[in-house]
């Protein structure tokens, strides 16, 4: 069936395509991950960049998904954050 078909999707292609996004979101999580990864890695050659935090919250990630891409206690992201607020480099 063309794209835009009248045809309605299934129940059995509604799970499929539920489970191809599951899977995209996975993959991009995974990019994500090395990204950041990558950066923090480099980071220590400069010190003054903004924080991956901050970047990743600006983004619209939760403190918790944050803390999980950074291998890090969603507490000790919410304390960077915090303190971010407060310096107006990061």
Excluded: F, Y
Excluded at 4 to 27: F, M, N, W, Y
Excluded at 46 to 72: D, F
Excluded at 75 to 90: D, F, M, P
């Amino acid at each position: 069936m063309p794209i835009g078909g009248s045809r309605r999707a299934g129940p059995e292609q509604t799970k499929a395509d539920d489970q191809v996004g599951a899977q995209i979101g996975q993959l991009l999580m995974a990019l994500l991950i090395l990204a950041v990864d990558e950066r923090e890695a480099r980071s220590e050659d400069r010190p003054r960049q903004i924080k991956s935090e901050v970047l990743l919250a600006r983004s619209g990630l939760s403190s918790g998904v944050i803390a999980t891409l950074m291998n890090k206690q969603p507490g000790a992201v919410r304390t960077t954050l915090s303190r971010a607020k407060g310096n107006k480099a990061t």
